[in-house]
């Protein structure tokens, strides 16, 4: 079945460091990427998102490019802020809606 | 716009007992999301709806957990009777078919907490 794996966190930067997590996927079609975030005590929220391959989403400095050759979605940020600490969900979109997630990364950013 | 609403946003029940969470969409959205999320996971999709209607539930503890769409509207999702394992934050999303489907927005969620 269709599933998302990211890599394991936590992840600990200083400020101003460059910011990578890996996302892949594997799914049956071409299902529509996302990266959700979710910072401490507030709900899920949609990051940025792609719809096909070669797509690029984008928000707030943060990127992700959609691969289909290499199931990929990895999000990158090129200077990180400490209020960028947070949960990050990478997450496929199935042909009915619904979402799969992955586990989750942490992101600690330090001063 | 008004966001999708949850309520409670905490509970703390003992094994055993039972509990419902009730969500309000957003107005106008005709697909309705029941997420579980354990500590330390990534959410997963218990239940969806379109309009009154299951599309998926194959994931859904039948033996335990129950959940309704009345008028296409607001839904509660119950669990009866509750395990430990259960402890977790339960989300609901919705979605509207029309303008950018399927893109789904999140309410804060309920965390429950069985003991």
């Known amino acids: 079945g269709d599933s998302v794996t990211q890599m394991e966190g936590p992840v600990t930067l200083s400020e101003e460091a460059f910011l990578t997590i890996n996302c892949t996927y594997t799914a049956t079609g071409y299902p529509s990427l996302f990266w959700y975030v979710q910072y401490p005590g507030e709900g899920l929220q949609l990051l940025l998102k792609?719809?096909?391959?070669?797509d690029k989403g984008s928000n707030k400095g943060f990127e992700a490019t959609y691969r289909k050759e290499t199931t990929s979605f990895h999000l990158e940020k090129g200077s990180v802020q400490v209020s960028d600490s947070a949960v990050y969900f990478c997450a496929l979109r199935t042909n009915t809606g619904k979402l799969i997630f992955g586990q989750g990364t942490t992101l600690q950013v330090k001063p | 716009e008004a966001g999708v609403a949850q309520s409670p946003r905490y509970k703390i029940i003992e094994k055993r007992q039972s509990v419902a969470f009730w969500c309000n969409p957003i107005s106008g959205h005709a697909t309705l999301y029941w997420y579980q999320q354990i500590l330390g996971q990534g959410p997963k999709l218990l239940i969806q709806?379109?309009?009154?209607?299951?599309?998926?539930d194959s994931q859904l503890p039948k033996d335990r957990f129950s959940a309704e769409r009345l008028k296409g509207v607001d839904s509660t999702l119950k669990i009866q009777p509750a395990k430990l394992e259960d402890s977790a934050v339960y989300l609901c999303?919705?979605?509207?078919?029309?303008?950018?489907?399927?893109?789904?927005?999140f309410g804060p969620g309920t965390r429950l907490t069985v003991t």
């Open positions: 709806f379109q309009n009154n209607g299951v599309v998926d």
């Open positions: 999303a919705s979605s509207s078919l029309r303008r950018v489907k399927y893109e789904q927005y």
């Open positions: 792609a719809t096909k391959a070669d």
